[in-house]
């Protein structure tokens, strides 16, 4: 068998056993202080290690280094040891123990007596788990014992030689057994202290038993010596000894403990002939003369490129007078370069330099005018302003004169409207009134009297539609007064298509119950919205007359005495006396008749919707045909 076959078959068996290790990047003479990154603590215990009793004498066998072949692997896995439940030492007993029976002791002593027999059987020593059957209350607060025994605070600090104070103190880290600092950085103590391969490691340790720190471990740490572990403890399946401490370099994590297993490969066992002689394969002739002409090769290639070097340096140095004229030149191309662009980009500045400064120019320009002319249309303003100011305080008091005539004509029409048209209460009963003597009930009935609820209806339509007028409100549902037939128009339902069906009388006969009891609603809706404009609240909806006499008392109320009628075309008389209208016939058939107490009186003269006669205090100055408004 070859050596090379052997060496393959070797690697294989070293991959296959998983004894190959990942590499350190730094050779051992490299590792300096300025690898160093950071320190770990595995495995703290204040118990001395217990030191074994030499059970057999110490060989090469127990080197980590000795070969290992696959016989002895195979033999070692063969021994199982296993975990002893006791305390006691059986050698002692031994030394009590008596010689066999019939057997004499050693310098014929007590010759001819027999010794006893030794007990043959299984001696049971003292179990230690004396708390293994304990309840599970005592089993927890014995492993906490146990833990809070070994658990301590901890910090370290690094010094050098030559160096009388620490270059590096840890944080202090409590309550822990594996114990893990902050990393840190030494390239800040300069080269004086990174350059160096040797540090003191100095561990201070502080139990619940012990209150100062004192001193725990102190290693003397020789860069050269670590042993490289791994990139990471993950892959690392060796068990770490008790006070572990480990340097976590640039390019992985060394320790310094002698009990790893090497790197070197497991052998297999040699194959011998079977006549018992044993041969070791070795090189041939052939092989070492190959290798001695590949050494004189390696040898002639090197020389062969000393002397090209030293060739190519002497024509570099020949050329170099030529290469600085050339190197130059360019410089002095990319030199010209650049200032040319240099000129172009402050030609390109300077012009629009010129055009900002003319526009801006031309804007100050424009602005001057705009002040001058400003300027001067103030001045214009301030003189109309003086005057305007003077005939502001005119129209003001103009305004609020007209203001209160207006509300002084308005107070006396409503006054003459409460005259001819007059709410008063039914006797003995609540909230029910009469207009001009016809009741009318606050929620609609079917007892009630037709005629009489629809002539009473068409007076509170006519109310309503005059003092809409009067006081410059716009009703949302338009009434149409006309006697006992007044109707109220709705524009605001979507669910209504034709105008007839919008057109809601304000009369129970004749017509489907729900569209008259539609209109009094809107009719009320109306009275409604005359009160909110004078900032009076309705009580109730349905209250018709309560709330329309309310609205007129409130139109009514007022300080100092009515005010006259204007005299004049813009009185009611020349209203009445105007063109197109006459006592006898007028356009809507309504009539004034004098009576015999001097008042006047208005009816229909169609004979079908007649209503009661309205007794007017104007006297006969006032006799004239009225509209419907």
Same mark, same amino acid.
């Not at 052997?6 to 056993?17: E, W």
């Not at 725990?216 to 990139?231: C, T």
């Not at 060796?238 to 403990?257: A, E, K, M, R």
């Given at each position: 068998?070859?050596?090379?076959?052997?060496?393959?078959?070797?690697?294989?068996?070293?991959?296959?056993?998983?004894?190959?290790?990942e590499?350190?990047w730094?050779?051992p003479s490299?590792r300096?202080?300025?690898?160093?990154e950071g320190i770990?603590?595995r495995?703290?215990?204040?118990?001395?290690?217990?030191?074994?009793?030499?059970?057999?004498?110490?060989?090469?066998?127990?080197?980590?280094?000795?070969?290992k072949?696959?016989?002895k692997l195979?033999?070692?896995?063969?021994?199982?040891?296993?975990h002893?439940?006791?305390?006691?030492?059986?050698?002692?007993?031994?030394?009590n123990?008596?010689p066999?029976?019939?057997?004499?002791?050693?310098?014929?002593l007590?010759?001819g007596?027999?010794?006893?027999?030794?007990q043959?059987g299984?001696?049971?020593?003292?179990s230690?788990l004396d708390?293994?059957?304990?309840?599970?209350?005592?089993r927890?607060k014995?492993?906490e014992?146990?833990?809070e025994?070994?658990?301590?605070?901890?910090?370290?600090?690094?010094?050098?030689?030559?160096?009388?104070e620490?270059?590096?103190?840890?944080?202090?880290?409590?309550?822990?057994?594996n114990?893990?600092?902050?990393?840190?950085d030494l390239n800040?103590?300069?080269?004086w202290?990174?350059?160096?391969?040797q540090?003191?490691i100095?561990?201070?340790?502080?139990?619940?038993?012990?209150?100062?720190?004192r001193?725990?471990?102190?290693?003397?740490?020789?860069?050269?010596?670590?042993?490289?572990?791994g990139?990471?403890?993950e892959?690392?399946?060796?068990?770490?000894?008790?006070?572990?401490?480990?340097l976590?370099?640039?390019?992985?994590?060394?320790?310094?403990?002698?009990?790893?297993?090497?790197?070197?490969?497991?052998?297999?066992?040699?194959?011998?002939?079977?006549?018992?002689?044993?041969?070791?394969?070795?090189?041939?002739?052939?092989?070492l003369?190959?290798?001695?002409?590949?050494?004189?090769?390696?040898?002639d290639?090197?020389a062969?490129?000393?002397?090209?070097?030293?060739?190519?340096n002497?024509?570099?140095?020949?050329?170099?007078?030529?290469?600085?004229?050339?190197?130059?030149?360019?410089?002095?191309?990319?030199?010209?370069?650049?200032?040319?662009?240099?000129?172009s980009?402050?030609?390109?500045q300077?012009?629009?330099g010129q055009?900002?400064?003319?526009?801006?120019?031309k804007?100050?320009r424009?602005?001057?005018?705009?002040?001058?002319?400003?300027?001067?249309a103030?001045r214009?303003?301030?003189?109309?302003?003086?005057s305007?100011?003077?005939?502001?305080?005119?129209?003001q008091?103009?305004?609020?004169?007209?203001q209160?005539?207006s509300?002084?004509?308005i107070?006396r029409?409503c006054e003459?409207?409460?005259?001819?048209?007059?709410?008063?209460?039914?006797?003995k009963?609540?909230?029910?009134?009469?207009?001009?003597g016809?009741?009318l009930?606050?929620?609609?009935?079917?007892?009630s009297?037709?005629?009489?609820?629809a002539?009473? /209806?068409g007076?509170?339509?006519?109310?309503?539609?005059?003092?809409?007028?009067?006081?410059?409100?716009s009703?949302?549902?338009?009434?149409?007064?006309?006697?006992?037939?007044?109707?109220?128009y709705?524009?605001?339902?979507?669910?209504?298509?034709s105008?007839?069906?919008?057109m809601?009388?304000?009369?129970?006969?004749?017509t489907?119950?729900?569209r008259?009891?539609?209109?009094?609603f809107?009719?009320?809706?109306?009275?409604?919205? /005359?009160?909110?404009?004078?900032?009076?609240?309705t009580?109730d909806?349905?209250h018709?007359l309560p709330?329309?006499?309310?609205l007129?008392?409130?139109l009514?109320?007022?300080?100092g005495?009515?005010?006259?009628?204007?005299?004049g075309r813009?009185?009611?008389r020349?209203?009445?006396?105007?063109?197109?209208?006459?006592?006898?016939?007028?356009?809507?058939?309504?009539?004034?008749?004098?009576?015999?107490d001097?008042?006047?009186?208005?009816?229909?003269?169609n004979?079908k919707?007649?209503?009661?006669?309205?007794?007017?205090p104007?006297?006969k100055?006032?006799r004239?045909?009225?509209?419907?408004?």
């Amino acid at each position: 068998m070859s050596a090379k076959s052997t060496r393959n078959k070797v690697d294989d068996l070293a991959d296959i056993k998983g004894l190959i290790r990942e590499r350190p990047w730094l050779l051992p003479s490299n590792r300096k202080l300025r690898h160093l990154e950071g320190i770990t603590l595995r495995n703290l215990s204040f118990s001395q290690p217990s030191t074994p009793k030499q059970s057999k004498t110490t060989d090469d066998e127990l080197l980590p280094s000795t070969l290992k072949t696959p016989t002895k692997l195979l033999a070692l896995r063969e021994k199982k040891l296993e975990h002893s439940r006791s305390s006691i030492d059986l050698h002692s007993s031994s030394k009590n123990e008596r010689p066999l029976a019939g057997r004499e002791e050693p310098g014929g002593l007590n010759k001819g007596a027999k010794l006893n027999r030794p007990q043959i059987g299984n001696r049971r020593r003292r179990s230690t788990l004396d708390w293994t059957n304990a309840p599970p209350q005592v089993r927890q607060k014995k492993l906490e014992d146990v833990a809070e025994a070994r658990l301590a605070d901890t910090w370290f600090s690094l010094d050098c030689d030559g160096i009388s104070e620490p270059i590096y103190v840890s944080e202090i880290v409590g309550k822990a057994m594996n114990f893990n600092f902050r990393f840190f950085d030494l390239n800040t103590y300069g080269p004086w202290v990174t350059r160096r391969d040797q540090l003191t490691i100095k561990i201070w340790a502080r139990t619940e038993d012990t209150e100062p720190y004192r001193p725990f471990l102190e290693l003397q740490v020789h860069m050269r010596s670590l042993q490289f572990i791994g990139k990471s403890l993950e892959n690392f399946r060796h068990p770490l000894p008790q006070n572990c401490v480990l340097l976590h370099l640039s390019d992985g994590i060394y320790t310094s403990f002698t009990d790893l297993p090497l790197d070197e490969p497991v052998l297999p066992a040699p194959v011998g002939p079977k006549n018992g002689q044993s041969g070791q394969p070795t090189s041939t002739f052939d092989e070492l003369m190959r290798l001695s002409n590949l050494d004189n090769c390696v040898e002639d290639a090197l020389a062969t490129r000393e002397k090209l070097t030293a060739q190519i340096n002497a024509l570099l140095q020949k050329q170099k007078i030529d290469r600085d004229l050339i190197q130059s030149a360019a410089q002095a191309q990319d030199s010209l370069a650049t200032t040319q662009r240099a000129v172009s980009i402050a030609q390109k500045q300077i012009k629009a330099g010129q055009a900002r400064r003319s526009e801006v120019q031309k804007s100050l320009r424009a602005r001057r005018d705009a002040i001058g002319s400003g300027t001067l249309a103030q001045r214009n303003a301030r003189s109309i302003l003086t005057s305007a100011r003077e005939e502001y305080v005119e129209q003001q008091q103009l305004h609020r004169e007209t203001q209160f005539d207006s509300r002084g004509q308005i107070r006396r029409i409503c006054e003459d409207l409460f005259q001819i048209y007059p709410v008063e209460p039914i006797p003995k009963k609540t909230l029910a009134f009469t207009i001009r003597g016809l009741p009318l009930p606050n929620a609609t009935s079917p007892s009630s009297d037709a005629a009489t609820t629809a002539a009473a /209806l068409g007076c509170v339509a006519h109310v309503t539609y005059l003092l809409s007028l009067y006081t410059s409100a716009s009703l949302p549902y338009p009434v149409t007064a006309n006697g006992s037939s007044s109707t109220i128009y709705d524009p605001v339902s979507s669910s209504l298509q034709s105008e007839a069906s919008r057109m809601f009388p304000l009369q129970p006969k004749g017509t489907a119950r729900y569209r008259f009891e539609y209109g009094v609603f809107l009719l009320n809706t109306d009275i409604e919205l /005359l009160m909110s404009k004078q900032g009076v609240r309705t009580v109730d909806l349905r209250h018709t007359l309560p709330n329309l006499k309310y609205l007129l008392t409130v139109l009514t109320s007022g300080k100092g005495e009515l005010p006259g009628r204007k005299e004049g075309r813009s009185g009611l008389r020349s209203a009445l006396q105007g063109e197109g209208l006459d006592r006898e016939s007028s356009t809507d058939g309504s009539l004034l008749e004098e009576g015999n107490d001097g008042t006047l009186s208005m009816f229909k003269s169609n004979g079908k919707n007649s209503i009661p006669r309205i007794q007017s205090p104007l006297g006969k100055e006032s006799r004239r045909s009225v509209g419907k408004g």
